[in-house]
Nanobody, 121 residues
């Protein structure tokens, strides 16, 4: 059974930091490209950051470049998102996403339940 469980969200003041974690099970984590998405009230879900598996290439939304860092620990089957210099506009529910097997192109496309991040001004 595939599971993605996010944690680390909370309430933080503008300029503060949070570290999100996504613990996974039920699939071979090291083979999959992974990502973080977010959805603010009244808005569509948007990509925050993605990371490949074999070479760890990362890509970020322009709005978070230089402030957020996506990393992965394949030994722990866990994905992370370090968020620094947080702004009120970063307030959203953050979701972990398991996308595609790098080696056989199998599309998993599974989501976690989300974790709330609220940044006060």
């Amino acid at each position: 059974q595939v599971r993605l469980v996010e944690s680390g969200g909370g309430l933080v003041q503008s300029g503060g930091s949070l570290r999100l974690s996504c613990e996974t099970s039920g699939f071979i984590f090291s083979r999959y490209s992974m990502g973080w998405y977010r959805q603010a009230p009244g808005k569509e879900r948007e990509l925050v950051a993605v990371i490949t598996t074999a070479n760890g290439i990362t890509n970020y939304a322009d709005s978070v470049k230089g402030r957020f860092t996506i990393t992965r620990d394949n030994a722990k089957n866990t994905l992370y998102l370090q968020m620094n210099i947080l702004k009120p506009e970063d307030t959203a529910v953050y979701y972990c996403h398991a996308w595609r097997d790098y080696y056989n192109n199998y599309l998993l496309n599974r989501w976690g339940q989300g974790t709330q991040v609220t940044v006060s001004s």
